[in-house]
């Protein structure tokens, strides 16, 4: 047990944020809402990118890149957007600082005053649509399939390391299409692409489903989620898929010519995953001893540490334990020897453990003697002996069973915690307990308000695979015709 | 020839804008001196991101992600610094905006203006050195090599796509050392792996040398530079890589304790390439007829172009062509087979000769009968006609000769454009047609200066593998030791 670390069952948000820190994935900078992404939190979004980038362009997408400042004006020109967007956001208004006149450091210098202010993206929409208008001309330029990798920022007041944060890492897809059908399936399409990625890489199950008119994307008709249970019974939104309708053609007049030759304007879809992914990796599976990593996604899925007492042990262990190492990283996993002689074993053990690398092997001089290693498991936290020469098929297989075995426990843990309620008595009970509630609603905003005022739980989605049921909504007892999932959220 | 496209002996720089805008690399956008990258011109700064990546890590270092913004007053920290840097620059003031209270659009809550206004980055030195203060304690955290892929801006006034715009992409590498010589060593590595990538990826033959105080980095004792020469015979710097000695460590007052436990100053360096790459890939090698791309750094390598002429000649070329994509795709080459039917072959032909395709690969009705194809290079424009069968071994073969072709070209130009010249009057003429100089030159600012002012060269750099030799400035004809090398640059 990681020592002075808070337990989840004492503060799960504190427990997060000590993680956060003592598993060096980041840290608060100095500029307000701004984080500094550590090199061993970084390597896991570097997985993590380059896995969506080639999901992205198995399906048929590129990437390219649009500017970070968005003139003010742009982001008036579709009414809801600015709504939902832009308000709490940087803003530059000059473009040069001079030497203070009294010598002490540098002032803005007001002759460098632009314009027209520009803001730097809280998303990208506008100055994309503004683009797309020189790109679209006819049905040929369809569908236009792009997607960036990029910094954002949006002026949250509280900020939580990787979940929230003033500016954040992510990519966002913008595609064009000449039918409002093919945009509705190219918005499913990616739902499901990072539905995928969530299960099988994160170990994360997700509930797919479709948003509220509350809760939809500023500027979309429809908004589709993912969203995941955290430990502690609350929803996280995990990625969106966004139908725009022809909005964001009408703001930025982007039309093009159909076979027939008439004008029409095209039909969007937008979609994004964050750094927030992170957040949400740590909450679904860590525990008290640390970070617990799925295999897929772990910078290092499997450390080497050598016992030993003299040099002449070391160099017969390091000559085995390199040999292990080349065997594996043959098959295409990433291990590490760690042979420092500055810090003991007892020391390594306890790091990798809160760093939470998937499978740890020791190798003493009595292990040379009968050709064994001790391997530990960090998610069971179980130890077995092994002969060295199981290793080269043991190891893919196991870490394959940890893969799957940190999926099986999180949804297990959703499935006990989802429950279906019918008053709002039982809704506020088991609400406190951290679940994941399907109820009936009458499909209003007035009522999914009041109950959100009343006990800050959100109508997460209405889930994709919903079966019609009828019903009366729980709050107002008004006729409903489908149970929809309700919790309270990061 | 590609119809109404400049060529390069009318006017260089306006064909080259062209070139990047019809080529589809990139494009102005309606923010001032920020471009859009395009897909094809952002799949090549994939390549180079990717490949440099790879060597960045082989090379020991590791990514992280510090702060877009900068508060103010740590640009002021270090003297040198804030004089080259920070002054043109992007500055936030307010975080909010509200709705105009003429009910048109949006404007800046002046009621949301920040204490202490942040500098969107131009380069990262003070932000990473003010959070290095917390990660450095011991020689145990040494060396500390870290590398930052990351949007960056500059508000350049004169700005022309990829060579010099206010926003561009790069990756900054900072690192901490315990020793001024270990430093010093990093710098000159980092510089060789720039080389190493200009010259193998690019095809560009690099100049490695130092620059004069007067064109050194803000804030850097040393600055090593590679320096390429461009068609027209100016400088492109490439890439730069600094010993910053100890100047950002007691800006942020970054120490450690020794080996022995005294406290000392920590020593660093930085060093940086960008999309500018991209600018000097076109200018290297592109030519009247379009981008010319060393094969290791274009998107496509290959394309198969059907010629038919009935629905069954089609059908039996792209199952042929099919098989050639295939067999050349196992050997790690890109190929595009492009069978769309609503463009002529004559058209296809034309653009991807102007998009620079390596090689060109045609199969028609007769070629099926004799089982031949006809194969086109795209940097020499010659065709030939060739067995399908011998394509599996000829064209990995084929590329990698016309990578080493592209570098020889471009080696002889900048052999056959390099001088040595011993008067002024030698060196305005001769500068004139392009040219880099070696000439002598008496050690001061005050020179430099006066020929910068005279004739717009400036000093590129001195070269690594300089010989010592005696003489006299050309234009002081004070006594020198050795020849630098000058040349107008971009």
Redesign the interface.
Known sequence: MAKDFTKRSEDYSKWYNELVLRADMA?N???RG??????YG??I??TMQATLDKMFKDTGH???????????????KEASH?EGF?????????????NSPDG???I?DPDAKLEE????RPTSET?IW??YR?WIQSY?DLPLL?NQW??V?R?EMRTRLFLRTA?F?WQEGHTAHVTAKEAVIETEKMLNVYADFAENWLAMPVVKGIKTANERFAGALETYCIEAMMQDGKALQAGTSHFLGQNFAKAFDVKFSTKEGVQEYVWATSWGVSTRLIGALIMTHSDDNGLVLPPKLAPTQVVIVPIYKTEEQLQAISEKALAIKKQLEAKGIRVKFDDRD?QSPGWKFSEYEFKGVPLRIAIGPRDMENGTVELARRDTLTKSFHKQEELENLVPSLLEEIQQSLFDKALKLREDNTHKVDTFEEFKTLLEKGSFLLAHWDGTPETEDKIKDETKATIRCIPLDNALEDGVCIYSGKPSKQRVLFARAY
């Not at 701004?34 to 090199?39: A, Q, S, T, W």
């Not at 832009?86 to 001079?98: G, P």
């Not at 202010?117 to 730097?120: A, C, M, Q, R």
Request: charged fraction near 20%; hydrophobic fraction near 50%.
């Open positions: 840290e900078s100095d500029v701004c984080m500094v992404i550590k090199p970084y390597a979004w570097e590129v990437n390219a890149y649009f500017p970070l400042f968005i003139p003010k004006s742009f982001l008036s600015i832009a308000k709490e956001c940087a803003v530059v208004t000059h473009y040069r600082l001079i002490k450091g540098v803005v202010e520009l803001i730097v100055i503004n683009t020189g040929r792009i990029a910094n920022v002026w500016e890492l500055n």
